[in-house]
């Protein structure tokens, strides 16, 4: 990523547009299903009006025992979606039209806010403080009401169609009773339901649609950047357990997550998949819109390395998994990018390089262009910074790139792995013990007894 320095751009628009109104929120439930809208008025000057749909399931409970107990997660989910139209401006003042948030909630959202824009904030080199940098006003004072709901013990999986939801599909899905979501399917995604044994009709699906304004606006010179997008997603995963009487939520972040980006910062691409986002999400949910709910991440006891070991077995996925953003839209592997070299590298050590290049179409590590250099080098920790992407620790891949060395022995090597043992990253890694790194198990995680058990079991299968 290329830094800018945006920070005149930031107070001069700060200046012109001083405030950002929720306006309302419009939902309906009909024969197709749920239908939501909402209305971001921008200074009087533009008006957003983002929206999403989900199609009607035979896992949805009946209306009459959903439909007066939308409100709250509803004006959340619009809370969270005002982030991507918000950051257009950074207006100063935030005015809440539909109801009423309480001090502690004002704090919540803008802790949220201030740390998952923290690499908008770097990488167009704005200085704010958390405390300062937006105010909150309400419109009403009517808090949106908590509800109490009956739910059951099954379990919602958010699956995004890469190898760590994958994971927990396979270990969770014939164990318990459990509904894959997707938000805007794709290829991918779909396909690895299809994988776990799913069919569509028992998946919990959003179709959500930005407002095409925003999209104008950033081609017109207007603020861009990252957005916390597990943030959003948690609020999704709550209303669909609010839709299904589903207690659990079951996330596939890794304790990877927790690595800042920016070392010595707290400056982390991955902040809404960190351990500190997810105990404070557990706690803002069960006091203000649901009790009950259990929001946790089943992977977060592992690492990338056992996670690739683990995924390395369920070999239905191989063929289908994605994990690049930038063939997203395309169901494909680019093959040119941070998040790309990263997978391959992680799973190398797991799986043979024939299986490696049926699924990446090529040897990575055989790149020798300038902008893949770049990239293994952030990974591997031997650039400044790491990439903003979703991608392990520095830790975690030159202990990977060590095991793949010992494994090619005598051979030649390709181009980046070849670069890698002439550096100093390799004489610091070398003689660490690879098998001890797979047999870790960490203890900052939210998971019950119960769902550890499943993890361990498979782990020592």
């Known amino acids: 990523?290329?830094?800018?320095?945006?920070?005149?751009?930031?107070?001069?628009?700060?200046?012109?547009?001083?405030?950002?109104?929720?306006?309302?929120?419009?939902?309906?439930?009909?024969?197709?299903?749920?239908?939501?809208?909402?209305?971001?008025?921008?200074?009087?000057?533009?008006?957003?009006?983002?929206?999403?749909?989900?199609?009607?399931?035979?896992?949805?409970?009946?209306?009459?025992?959903i439909a007066g107990k939308l409100d709250n997660i509803l004006f959340n989910i619009g809370m969270i979606?005002?982030?991507?139209?918000?950051?257009?401006?950074?207006s100063p003042t935030v005015i809440l039209y539909p109801f009423a948030i309480s001090p502690e909630q004002v704090a919540w959202w803008k802790k949220l806010y201030f740390h998952g824009l923290g690499e908008f904030f770097y990488l167009n080199s704005i200085t704010e403080k958390e405390e300062s940098f937006m105010q909150v006003k309400m419109a009403s004072g009517k808090l949106p009401p908590v509800a109490g709901f009956l739910l059951s013990d099954g379990v919602i999986i958010p699956v995004g169609g890469g190898?760590?939801?994958?994971?927990?599909?396979?270990?969770?899905?014939?164990?318990?009773?459990?509904?894959?979501?997707?938000?805007?399917?794709?290829?991918?995604?779909?396909?690895?339901?299809?994988?776990?044994?799913?069919?569509?009709?028992?998946?919990?699906?959003?179709?959500?649609t930005l407002d095409p304004l925003l999209l104008k606006l950033n081609e017109e010179g207007f603020l861009n950047g990252h957005t916390p997008f597990s943030a959003l997603l948690a609020f999704y995963t709550t209303l669909a357990s609010i839709m299904t009487s589903r207690r659990h939520v079951a996330l596939s972040n890794e304790s990877s997550a927790n690595e800042a980006t920016i070392e010595g910062t707290t400056i982390n691409h991955?902040?809404?998949?960190?351990?500190?986002?997810?105990?404070?999400?557990?706690?803002?949910?069960?006091?203000?819109?649901?009790?009950?709910?259990?929001?946790?991440?089943?992977?977060?006891?592992?690492?990338?390395?056992?996670?690739?070991?683990?995924?390395?077995?369920?070999?239905?996925y191989h063929k289908v998994f994605r994990s690049c953003n930038v063939g997203s839209k395309t169901d494909s592997w680019c093959g040119r990018c941070a998040k790309c070299l990263f997978t391959y590298i992680i799973l190398s050590p797991f799986l043979t390089q024939e299986k490696l290049i049926a699924i990446f179409g090529k040897n990575l590590l055989d790149a020798n262009d300038p902008e893949m250099k770049l990239y293994f080098d952030q990974l591997a920790g031997i650039a400044h910074e790491k990439p903003f992407d979703c991608v392990g620790t520095?830790?975690?891949?030159?202990?990977?790139?060590?095991?793949?060395?010992?494994?090619?022995?005598?051979?030649?090597?390709?181009?980046?792995?070849?670069?890698?043992?002439?550096?100093?990253?390799?004489?610091?890694?070398?003689?660490?013990?690879?098998r001890d790194a797979l047999s870790q198990i960490g203890r900052d995680h939210f998971l019950l007894p119960e769902f550890m058990i499943l993890l361990s079991d498979v782990r020592n299968a």
């Open 270 to 316: 991955q902040y809404s998949k960190s351990l500190v986002f997810e105990g404070d999400y557990r706690k803002y949910v069960n006091e203000s819109i649901a009790p009950g709910i259990n929001y946790f991440s089943f992977l977060r006891p592992l690492n990338e390395l056992q996670i690739a070991s683990l995924f390395s077995g369920f070999t239905a």
């Open 163 to 208: 190898k760590d939801s994958s994971v927990t599909l396979e270990i969770l899905g014939p164990q318990r009773d459990c509904i894959p979501l997707i938000m805007n399917p794709r290829g991918a995604s779909l396909e690895t339901i299809f994988a776990g044994g799913y069919r569509r009709d028992e998946c919990f699906e959003i179709i959500r």
């Open 394 to 434: 520095i830790n975690e891949v030159n202990l990977a790139l060590c095991e793949i060395l010992r494994r090619h022995g005598q051979e030649e090597l390709p181009a980046l792995l070849a670069w890698y043992r002439s550096s100093s990253q390799y004489d610091q890694y070398r003689d660490l013990d690879f």
């Open 1 to 65: 990523m290329v830094k800018s320095n945006r920070q005149a751009k930031f107070l001069e628009l700060r200046l012109e547009f001083p405030f950002f109104a929720f306006e309302k929120q419009e939902y309906s439930l009909s024969k197709a299903g749920l239908h939501v809208q909402y209305t971001f008025n921008l200074s009087d000057r533009y008006y957003f009006k983002p929206s999403f749909f989900i199609p009607r399931k035979s896992c949805f409970l009946p209306d009459a025992s």
């Open 81 to 90: 979606e005002l982030i991507s139209y918000w950051k257009v401006t950074c």
